[in-house]
């Protein structure tokens, strides 16, 4: 017993070496270089499971944002944890974006490290290593601000950033949905003003996240809701506004909020994600113009999947489950095919059941499906190939893949 354990030990300290120091990386680099010889191909003709995006509907959602927001003082600084992919944050930026915003710190530093000047981290780093780290970020990249929610962290941000000899740049994350950030009001303003008293530290701002607002269907009950659950952040705001703080950074919103925000007074920016991409969650919130189908913005994000089983009637079997799209529902659209349902509920297996179909299908037949939601079956791929009329452009990297930390 104690040998196998023993044993076991030894194996996992092998195989967290080579992971770490060798395989993994080469492996990465080998997936990038086989799928660099798919340019050029119709996508049809790609193996699969295959993340694709459509390159015209992602550039046009970029558009999209901007053109709505144009003439009012709400610019974007779009979220990076839906793509995960500096080549994504570069378009974003050149369509005008003041930054980026990023979950996580090695997403952050990822997205640093590749060029993108502006990064706005809205999670908070608790751990020693993370603050420490975050110190480091900050002192070699000068864009690079961190959110702060509680009075503890504050003071550990404060003598992370004395002893990196920096003045580090901070917001405070204000609490809308019971997930993270300080409670409005009174709390906010002394943590805000502490924040701004400490000599290491630079105060920007606020943030405040709607995570609910920005999926209640229907586009009049959410503009309701979203106004609604952000009043005691306004009332924060005008009361830090009084106190005489930095409000430079009032940021917030989302995909489903993006143009409601304008309605707030000071508000400087919305933290946009899944509006590149798109995905079935989004879709069934409604539009102001389209009460069933919120489609301001185009599904750009799409799985191929290969049939690879059809011995039962009204079922077909593909390559692409779980692992290629999450356990995330509603389920995956099958495009062209209104009347299949797919089940990604095996590791490897998708099982589609149908009544009716459109057309008749073989197996090694390939299938298109919009994505259940986008952020996580991101993170499940090395790379996406960005399409243009079915035809394969490029090789999009998602180099923050597996940035949990
Ligand atoms: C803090 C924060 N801001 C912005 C977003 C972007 O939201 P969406 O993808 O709905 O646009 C998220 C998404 O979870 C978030 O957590």
Redesign the pocket.
């Known amino acids: 017993m104690s040998n196998s354990l023993n044993r076991r030990k030894f194996l996992q300290a092998g195989a967290v070496a080579t992971i770490g120091g060798f395989l993994s990386p080469t492996l990465q680099a080998k997936n990038l270089e086989k799928a660099s010889s798919d340019v050029g191909k119709s996508k049809w003709d790609l193996d699969s499971p295959a993340l694709c995006v459509d390159l015209d509907k992602m550039e046009q959602n970029i558009k999209v944002v901007h053109n709505r927001l144009k003439g009012t003082s709400v610019k974007v600084r779009p ?1 990076v ?2 793509h995960k992919c500096p080549a994504i944050a570069k378009m974003q930026v050149a369509a005008g974006a003041v930054g980026v ?1 990023a ?1 996580k710190l090695s997403e952050s530093e990822i997205m640093l490290e590749n060029g993108i000047q502006h990064v706005l981290m ?1 999670g908070v780093n608790v751990t020693i290593p993370k603050i420490k780290k975050a110190m480091a970020l900050r002192k070699k990249y000068s864009g690079f601000i961190q959110a702060v929610d509680n009075p503890q962290n504050a003071q550990d941000l404060q003598d992370a950033a004395k002893a990196a000899g920096i003045i580090a740049d901070v917001v405070v994350d204000i609490d809308v949905i019971q997930r993270s950030g300080v409670l409005p009001g009174a709390p906010a303003l002394a943590l805000a003003q502490m924040v701004d008293k400490f000599p290491n530290l630079k105060f920007r701002g606020i ?1 405040a ?1 709607d ?1 609910i607002a ?1 999926h209640v269907v229907g586009f009049k009950a959410r503009k309701e809701w979203a106004l609604k659950s952000f009043e005691p952040v306004v009332e924060t705001y005008n009361k830090m506004k009084a106190a005489g703080l930095n409000l430079e950074i009032f940021s ?1 919103g ?3 909020t993006y143009d409601m925000m304008q309605d707030i007074a000071g508000f400087t920016d919305v ?5 590149v991409f798109m995905d079935r969650q ?1 879709m069934e919130i409604g539009g102001e113009k389209n009460e069933k189908v919120f489609d301001d913005f185009a599904p750009s994000l799409t799985v191929l999947a290969t049939i690879i089983n059809m011995n039962h009637p009204g079922r077909i079997i593909t390559d692409s489950g779980a692992k290629a799209f999450t356990l995330n529902q509603p389920p995956a659209i099958v495009i062209g095919e209104p009347d299949f349902v797919y089940n990604a509920g095996s590791d490897e297996y998708g099982t589609i059941s149908f009544d009716k179909a459109n057309k008749t299908y073989k197996i090694g037949d390939k299938l298109e499906m919009i994505v259940p939601h986008c ?1 996580p079956i991101v993170n499940e791929y090395d790379f996406m190939y960005g399409t243009r009329n079915d035809k394969v452009e490029s090789i999009l990297q998602i180099s923050a893949r597996g940035k949990g930390q």
């Open positions: 979220h944890k839906t915003c979950a809205t943030l996240y995570g920005t917030g989302s995909t489903g933290q946009v994600g899944s509006y989004y952020d």
